[in-house]
C-alpha cells in the first residue's frame, strides 16, 4: 500500500509536530541535517540579484541559510502550505523581516513565471503528492539559467552500512520520533515510507530532466543518508 501523501494529511501532520520539529531533527539526524543544509548553500551558491525561493520551506532552516548570504536587498522567500510551520519559521527570524513567508501550495505556486535566481527544496520534495508536478512547477518560476536544489533523504547502498542504517531508520528512528513527538498522524512512521517509496539517484534525476531542467548533477552526504541534487533551468 502506497503511502498516505493528501495534502490534507501532510498538513496535519505537519501542523501537529510543527512545536517539536526543529528539535526533533537535530537529535534524530545527530544534528547532521544542519552540515547537509550548509552543504546545499556551498554547492549551490547564490549568483545575481533576482529572488531566491525556499519551497515546502517548514520552520525555514534553509532559507534562513540562503537569507545569510545575499545581500540584504536581494529578496528571500520561504513558502509552505502549513501554517503552524511557518509561524514556528517567524520566531527564528530574529531580525525581523530577513525572510518573506509565505503561504503556499508547491504544487500551485503563486509566482510568475521565471522569478527566482535560485529554488530549493529540503526534505520536502518527497512530500508533494505529485512529484512531478512539484517539479514543474520549481522549474516553470525559476529563471532561465537559473539552480534548482533539492535536498533530499535516501536509502544507503553499501553493505552493511545500509543494513544497520535501515533497521535503525525503519525501526528505531520511528518509535523514538512517535515517542517524542506525540502526534496522531503518526509522523515518524511516515518518514521511512516515504523515503523508501521516493526515486533517488537516477531515477529523481531523470524526473527532474522531464520537467525541464537540465545539467542534473547528485551528491551523496553521509555514506547515503540524504543526497543533494542540483539542475539548471534550461535557457529557452
Same mark, same amino acid.
Given at each position: 500500500m502506497s503511502v498516505d501523501k493528501s495534502?490534507? $494529511?501532510v498538513r496535519r501532520m505537519f501542523g501537529q509536530i510543527a512545536g517539536r520539529y526543529d528539535r526533533l531533527n537535530h537529535l &534524530?539526524? &545527530? +544534528? @547532521?541535517d544542519r552540515y547537509? $543544509?550548509?552543504?546545499?548553500t556551498r554547492r549551490a551558491p547564490p549568483d545575481g540579484t533576482l529572488p531566491? &525561493?525556499? @519551497?515546502? *520551506?517548514g520552520t525555514g532552516d534553509l532559507a534562513l541559510s540562503y537569507r545569510r548570504r545575499v545581500p540584504a536587498d536581494v529578496l528571500v522567500i520561504g513558502a509552505d502550505f502549513c501554517h503552524e510551520m511557518l509561524v514556528c519559521g517567524t520566531h527564528k527570524d530574529s531580525d525581523g523581516n530577513r525572510v518573506n513567508w509565505v503561504e503556499a501550495d508547491a504544487e500551485a505556486l503563486p509566482f510568475q513565471d521565471a522569478t527566482f535566481q535560485l529554488v530549493s527544496v529540503a526534505f520536502g520534495l518527497r512530500n508533494i503528492a505529485d *512529484?512531478?508536478?512539484g517539479l514543474r512547477e520549481m522549474a516553470r518560476v525559476c529563471a532561465p539559467g537559473g539552480q534548482v536544489v533539492v535536498l533530499e533523504f535516501s536509502m544507503p547502498t553499501r553493505q552493511p552500512f545500509s543494513l544497520l542504517y535501515g533497521a535503525y531508520f525503519r525501526y528505531v528512528l520511528p518509535r523514538i520520533g512517535q515517542l517524542l513527538a506525540r502526534n496522531r498522524e503518526s509522523a515518524y512512521n511516515y518518514l521511512p515510507a516515504s523515503v523508501g517509496e521516493f526515486p533517488q539517484g537516477e531515477a529523481l534525476a531523470e524526473r527532474m530532466r +522531464?520537467?525541464?531542467l537540465t545539467d542534473v548533477r547528485w551528491y551523496p552526504m553521509t555514506l547515503g543518508v540524504a543526497t @543533494?541534487? @542540483?539542475?539548471? $533551468?534550461?535557457l529557452s
Open positions: 495534502a490534507p $494529511r &534524530l539526524s &545527530l +544534528s @547532521l547537509w $543544509r550548509w552543504q546545499a531566491i &525561493l525556499d @519551497l515546502c *520551506t *512529484t512531478d508536478n +522531464s520537467a525541464g @543533494l541534487y @542540483l539542475a539548471k $533551468r534550461e
